[in-house]
């Protein structure tokens, strides 16, 4: 009993982590139509600017967290309004620019950085004892963050103007546009968004996991998996597809072991893609 | 007789395009005449195993579906070659074959599934079959030796001949690679308006009768089968077939090669692998730096030359060439808007 309680804990400790990675891949989704290849590499990118931050210039590791989410969601926004924006509806333009994005950014990290995984350690350790289980404290403040930002993410979606706005660009552009908001404001903002969350969870969980420039490419097969179990688009969808992959990898972690769990999520991730392609939870933001 | 009409029948197949890109090849038969330095074939060899991999990702462009499946299937025609291979098969025909029809046949339960699906869609589920083809690899040591990979790949036949000379890995991959080229040639040459009727508006074609499923299929036959062979070549390349040489984000480069290279025209995969290739060595990029330098060029090509070299070469030859030739190639269907598509 208590292995699959500290499994369940691992699971929803490990999904807030997911949720916070596919959130931002979601929503650039969900609001431009873009599959950003580049959000692997951001989340990576996050990590070394962090790593950057505390190693290089002795900045505290809660004020390298804010740089790097701030650096990564600069950059995403210089990278719309440079590039994304003059294609951003052929589907076939965006994802091949993402792709070029992404490839250009793991360059860039390792001439600076090379090849080696630098050594960036989460500040505190130890484990924190509830009842008979230790949870590890740099998990359990990871998830506090995750928490609290994904509740702002929801807010800012659903309970702004901006949001407003954001959702309305998504559903009809063109009437959107002529009640008077403006896709070049509010797209380049997405996209600054979408790279700071991706940043903020590489700078969180890098210290964790590990950091090297091709960190982002499992990362970015997760955010996949997440995301279409979820509805290619949908927040809210995201969001609890998270916990679930969460759960079934910390369970397949340990009762299976290897691969084979993540095997099987492939599989099912198939399945969902043949015959609820709007996700598990119904509805998503938009078509393809 | 028979010959006359063979030959009518070929040449209706056979397109402008296609005939340079199969001259280009020809013409590389001569490269040791030229040379004999070992770079130059190795570099040979990369740009016509390039060629080939970008070769599948055109094919199924010309159904507007971006494939990100080429590492799977390189990888099931590479491993096939290889076990095939260490079972006492080295005649190059005959591996060609295995290469070519395993990926093709395992295509067709796979096409089943996956190209019910179109845009981005389509690259994720392939990207992920990419993947599951990774951990089948790695889960299966018996077979694939798992992790280790399998090592070694015997001399080659071909006509009776062991094919020892340190050319012949070069000759290997020459051959490979214009079998590739001559079936998509002719697949492409053939299906040629149900694929256009597929890239422009595929709803449209079904309601005028256009059995989508069938060519959708046949396309992704072929680009698997193709992309079986330039497994092979690889393998045959490296001696050794390993997961790590046929990851997901490898399928990249060859989209990197396909769009360079230009997606509209049969010539643009060699074209783009050949220009790639050849910077990538000519500046001594590491990997990784190669990688950094495919992204800007393929951003730079995707904002501001859509038709890539080909396009541009064929622009250049509609100006400039003789006035029977002033036609227009057939154009690539670039622009899906999103929009349209809600």
Redesign the interface.
């Known amino acids: 009993m208590e292995t699959v309680l500290s499994t369940v804990l691992i699971g929803v400790m490990l999904g807030a982590q997911y949720a916070l990675l596919a959130l931002g891949f979601t929503l650039i989704f969900g609001i431009l139509g873009v599959v950003n290849f580049a959000h692997g590499s951001l989340y990576m990118l996050g990590g070394y600017l962090a790593y950057a931050a505390v190693a290089k210039a002795g900045v505290p590791y809660p004020a390298a967290v804010v740089f790097a989410t701030l650096g990564t969601a600069a950059l995403g926004y210089l990278f719309e309004v440079w590039i994304l924006q003059r294609v951003v509806d052929d589907h076939l333009a965006t994802l091949i620019l993402t792709l070029g994005f992404s490839q250009v950014i793991i360059t860039g990290v390792t001439m600076v950085f090379g090849h080696e995984a630098p050594r960036f350690t989460f500040p505190i350790v130890g484990n924190v004892a509830v009842g008979s289980l230790f949870i590890p404290q740099d998990k359990l403040i990871v998830f506090a963050i995750s928490a609290v930002v994904i509740c702002a993410v929801y807010w800012l979606v659903y309970r702004t103007g901006f949001g407003r706005a954001m959702r309305a660009l998504s559903i009809d552009r063109a009437v959107a546009i002529t009640l008077g908001m403006n896709a070049r404001i509010i797209f380049p903002l997405t996209v600054a968004l979408s790279a700071g969350l991706a940043g903020l969870t590489g700078s969180l969980i890098t210290p964790i996991l590990s950091l090297s420039p091709h960190a982002g490419e499992s990362v970015l097969i997760t955010a996949f998996v997440v995301v279409i179990l979820g509805g290619l688009g949908s927040v809210a969808g995201a969001t609890a597809a998270a916990f679930l992959v969460g759960i079934i990898e910390a369970f397949s972690g340990v009762y299976i072991g290897g691969s084979l769990g993540t095997l099987g999520l492939f599989v099912l991730v198939i399945a969902i893609l043949m015959f609820r392609p709007s996700g598990l939870f119904g509805a998503s933001m938009r078509g393809a | 007789m028979m010959d006359h009409s063979v030959v009518v029948g070929f040449r209706r197949i056979m397109d402008r395009a296609g005939w340079l890109a199969l001259a280009l090849l020809g013409a590389m038969v001569f490269m040791p005449f030229l040379t004999s330095d070992p770079l130059a074939y190795s570099i040979g060899t990369q740009i016509l195993i390039g060629a080939s991999g970008a070769l599948g990702v055109y094919v199924m462009l010309r159904m507007?579906l971006?494939n990100f499946a080429i590492p799977g299937f390189m990888a099931v025609g590479g491993y096939a070659a290889a076990i095939s291979a260490s079972h006492g098969v080295t005649d190059i025909f005959a591996l060609a074959a295995i290469s070519f029809m395993l990926p093709g046949l395992l295509s067709i339960p796979v096409g089943a599934?996956v190209l019910?699906?179109k845009?981005?869609?389509f690259?994720?589920?392939t990207?992920?079959?990419t993947?599951?083809v990774q951990?089948?690899l790695?889960?299966t040591p018996s077979v694939t030796g798992g992790t280790d990979g399998l090592i070694g790949f015997p001399v080659l036949q071909a006509f009776g001949v062991q094919l020892t000379a340190y050319s012949s890995t070069f000759y290997v991959s020459l051959t490979l690679a214009a079998l590739a080229f001559l079936v998509a040639i002719v697949t492409t040459r053939i299906f040629r308006q149900q694929f256009s009727s597929i890239a422009q508006n595929d709803v449209l074609a079904e309601s005028f009768g256009l059995t989508l499923w069938r060519y959708k299929t046949i396309g992704f036959f072929v680009s698997s089968g193709v992309a079986g062979l330039a497994g092979f070549s690889l393998v045959n390349m490296l001696l050794i077939a390993h997961p790590l040489s046929f990851t997901?984000?490898s399928a990249?480069n060859y989209?990197a090669y396909a769009?360079i290279g230009g997606t509209g025209y049969l010539l643009g995969p060699l074209l783009g692998s050949a220009l790639l290739v050849s910077v990538t060595n000519a500046l001594s990029f590491s990997g990784?730096?190669s990688?950094?330098?495919?992204?800007?060029?393929?951003?730079i090509a995707?904002?501001v030359a859509?038709g890539g070299l080909a396009g541009a070469l064929a622009n250049l030859w509609g100006k400039l060439g003789p006035r029977r030739f002033r036609q227009d190639y057939p154009r690539p269907a670039?622009?899906?808007?999103?929009?349209g598509?809600?």
Not at chain 2, 291 to 299: L, N, R, S
């Open positions: 507007e971006l599934i019910r699906l845009g981005v869609y690259v994720l589920i990207y992920i079959f993947e599951i951990l089948v790695i889960e997901a984000t990249v989209i769009f990784e730096y990688e950094g330098f495919f992204g800007i060029v393929i951003m995707v904002l859509r670039s622009k899906v808007s999103v929009k598509a809600q």
